[in-house]
């Protein structure tokens, strides 16, 4: 079972970055559209934002979608020579504050091929 690892998680205060990273020791993940999710205490879990695979795209670009709170703030990106998906996060704010998830499959559509067990991002002063 091929297993996501989440990194990059900690305490911030609001108005700060942080830089989550997504890796799949020993698997590749070119081919594979990559998700970030989180979710808050009491509250359901929230897709953040999504990058396509450029390998399954006609045109061999990747696309990416946020969900309209982190517009402007969050950008995904992916580095395929280091099998690796960032989520750069700018001018956090507390109520970003969740355990980040991210998950893998063929499209940002369907995302449920592979996922990571999370790492904490917490927002306070």
């Known amino acids: 079972q091929v297993q996501l690892v989440e990194s990059g998680g900690g305490l911030v205060q609001p108005g700060g970055s942080l830089r989550l990273s997504c890796a799949a020791p020993g698997f590749t993940l070119d081919s594979d559209a990559i998700g970030w999710f989180r979710q808050a205490p009491g509250k359901e879990r929230e897709g953040v934002s999504c990058?396509?695979?450029?390998?399954?795209?006609?045109?061999?670009?990747?696309?990416?979608n946020y969900r309209d709170s982190v517009k402007g703030r969050f950008t995904i990106s992916r580095d395929n020579a280091k099998n690796t998906v960032f989520l750069q996060m700018n001018s956090l704010k507390p109520e970003d504050t969740a355990v980040y998830y991210c998950?893998?499959?063929?499209?940002?559509?369907?995302?449920?091929?592979?996922r990571g067990r999370g790492t904490q991002v917490t927002v306070s002063s």
């Open positions: 990058i396509s695979s450029s390998v399954r795209s006609s045109d061999g670009r990747t696309y990416s």
């Open positions: 998950a893998a499959g063929p499209l940002c559509s369907d995302l449920t091929r592979y």
